[in-house]
């Protein structure tokens, strides 16, 4: 099988400091990744790269095999799309002014809406839980009903991809099961492709089939969480000493303090 | 789930036909008023070119052609307002913050301290070199913002335009200084603005390229509602954020340097309009442009109407009544707006 999204020997550097380091990568249809690693690793640039959001080396990244920087910014949006950590809006639009947003790509300029991206939406919102208040404005409800706001208008893109920038990392447990809870639904019933970085190891080796491990902007171990998640990988990686658990299967990782 | 919850769908055209009567209402009412009481019968029973009838000469060659040019000025300024508020994702922008009317001012000003009373084409000097000064700023400023990949980093972008309003205006500043009685008068009274000195050639000249420019901005008003939510965001819905900050910057400083080097800098517009449209229509920029447009150019009219009568047969400059009307009205607007 071919795969979906592929990374070939990405170098990327702001300026002349180097971030991303010869990344190569190989992605299937319908995989559940998370990518982790410590703060300054790269995930946010390696999946800013991926969305087309900075500007990638020829041929580096290919979707469908067709190398993403050579894509009309339109066709990329109807195939991948990026959902930011935060979301801090000026303006007062409505929730529903915002889902719509998503329709972007598909809509020749000078249109507004029809009713064929409505009900693509309203199903989106529904998927959400975020209908029972579309015409409230973004600005007044909370982190967690944001995140679903925001995740209901890149559902509402209709994409193959959907990159996400550590999209549980600023919400409470509640909220962040709630969202790794949709984003499941999504996989597993529109195979979706997902690729989230993630800080909570616990969360990414429960939700994840596949953890791609990402120190100093190089690739250091990709596989299951078993895989990855191993006592001697993470301890050199975070530089903290940790104790490994396995709960059903899922795999805790648990840091080691002085005082306990 | 609450399956009897269903999205509103708004009426954009209802809207837009509001304002357009609105505006029709304007621009039907306010020529009729004015320091001198006309009769409207004598002047229409005359038409434009009537030479001996003073009830049509006040009403078609004096009025209406201000009317007119309060109307493109307060359109183009307000949808400019609109356009840099979303652009810079900044809702105190205008169309003055990145340094286009100051730019403007330099060049009105070098005209009057040069003594340049010649008109060319039409138009004199001192609009020329305003428009060249505007054109001037606008080069000045996103050429040294510009990044690599063409865009235009919005921090950077703001500090630039701050930077040359007060390099502009230390310029002006000077030259008004060394310059004569004379000139000084000119000078402070083009700084205040206004719509006095006009006809009709003037408004058919600058109506084509205001309303080309308004055009082009509705074409990528959808984009604009996307870079106002984020660039990053904008770019993965698939918008060309370089190409549409490009069109948007320029064309809404485009209109603003037309519009600026005939009736002078007129504030408070383009920073109030759009936000009082705001409240009416919301963020939408598609449905928000063409308010703020037709609100702009009403509400430019009617602040007119009142600086040439409020104390007649004295007439004050517009920008002193747009922000003395417009700034409690807005406040109020607001406070109304929290209560309900």
Not at chain 1, 107 to 135: H, N, V, W
Not at chain 2, 142 to 159: A, C, D, M, Q, Y
Not at chain 2, 280 to 296: A, E, N, T, Y
Not at chain 2, 305 to 314: D, M, Q, S, Y
Request: hydrophobic letters at 50%; glycine letters at 8%.
């Amino acid at each position: 099988m071919r795969p979906h999204l592929e990374v070939e020997n990405l170098d990327f550097a702001y300026d002349s400091e180097p971030i991303l380091k010869n990344i190569s990568l190989s992605i299937e249809k319908g995989d559940f990744i998370g990518l982790i690693g410590p703060n300054g690793s790269g995930k946010s640039t390696l999946l800013k790269l991926m969305g087309g959001i900075l500007n990638c080396p020829d041929n580096a990244i290919r979707i469908n095999e067709h190398p993403i920087n050579a894509i009309n910014k339109k066709k990329l949006a109807r195939a991948i799309t990026w959902v930011p950590q935060e979301h801090p809006m000026v303006f007062p639009y409505t929730i529903q002014e915002i889902v719509l947003m998503g329709r972007h790509p598909y809509l020749p300029p000078l249109s507004f809406e029809g009713e064929e991206d409505y009900t693509i939406a309203r199903k989106a919102m529904e998927t959400t839980q975020t209908l029972q208040f579309s015409d409230r404005y973004f600005n007044e409800i909370s982190g967690g009903e944001k995140q679903r706001v925001m995740l209901a208008s890149a559902i509402t893109q209709e994409p193959e991809v959907m990159l996400l920038d550590e999209p549980t990392s600023a919400l409470d447990l509640k909220y962040q099961v709630q969202i790794l809870n949709i984003l499941n639904q999504l996989n597993e019933e529109k195979n979706i492709t997902l690729i989230l970085a993630m800080h909570d190891l616990n969360l990414a080796s429960r939700y994840c089939r596949r953890l791609i491990l990402l120190n100093d902007g190089a690739i250091v171990c990709d596989g299951t969480p078993e895989e990855v998640l191993k006592k001697e990988i993470i301890e050199n990686v975070y530089g903290v000493n940790v104790s490994l658990h396995n709960l059903d299967g899922d795999i805790l990782v648990h840091p080691i303090t002085n005082h306990s | 789930m609450n399956m009897s919850i269903t999205m509103v769908r708004y009426s954009y055209k209802m809207t837009l036909v509001i304002f357009l009567l609105l505006f029709m209402a304007t621009l039907c009412v306010t020529p009729l008023i004015g320091s001198t009481s006309i009769n409207i019968a004598n002047a229409l029973s005359g038409g434009i070119h009537a030479q001996n009838n003073l009830d049509a000469n006040i009403l078609f060659q004096v009025r209406l052609p201000r009317i007119l040019l309060g109307a493109l000025a307060g359109a183009a300024l307000s949808v400019a307002g609109a356009v840099f508020q979303a652009l810079l994702r900044n809702d105190l922008a205008a169309p003055f913050t990145l340094g286009v009317s100051s730019g403007a001012a330099l060049g009105a000003v070098l005209a009057i301290v040069l003594n340049l009373n010649i008109s060319i084409l039409g138009f004199p000097m001192v609009s020329l070199f305003s428009f060249l000064g505007a054109l001037g700023a606008i080069f000045l400023v996103f050429s040294l913002v510009k990044t690599r990949h063409g865009e235009f980093p919005t921090s950077i972008l703001l500090l630039a335009g701050v930077t040359a309003n007060f390099f502009f205006a230390a310029m002006v500043m000077f030259l008004h200084y060394i310059s004569d009685f004379g000139q000084s008068f000119r000078i402070i009274r083009w700084l205040m603005g206004g719509l006095d000195i006009t006809d009709y050639q003037t408004v058919l000249s600058i109506a084509p390229m205001v309303f080309l420019g308004i055009g082009l901005l509705v074409y990528v008003g959808r984009d604009l509602n996307l870079i106002s939510t984020g660039v990053h965001s904008a770019t993965s819905r698939g918008v060309d954020v370089p190409r549409t900050q490009r069109i948007g910057f320029i064309t809404a400083s485009l209109i603003t340097g037309i519009v600026v080097s005939i009736t002078g800098p007129i504030g408070f517009v383009g920073l109030i309009v759009p936000h009082i449209a705001r409240l009416f229509v919301g963020s939408d920029l598609r449905i928000l442009i063409p308010v703020s447009m037709l609100f702009g150019a009403s509400f430019l009219i009617i602040c007119d109407t009142v600086a040439r009568t409020i104390i007649a047969p004295t007439e004050i400059p517009v920008g002193i009544i747009t922000a003395m009307l417009g700034g409690p009205f807005f406040v109020w607007l607001l406070k109304r707006k929290k209560q309900a």
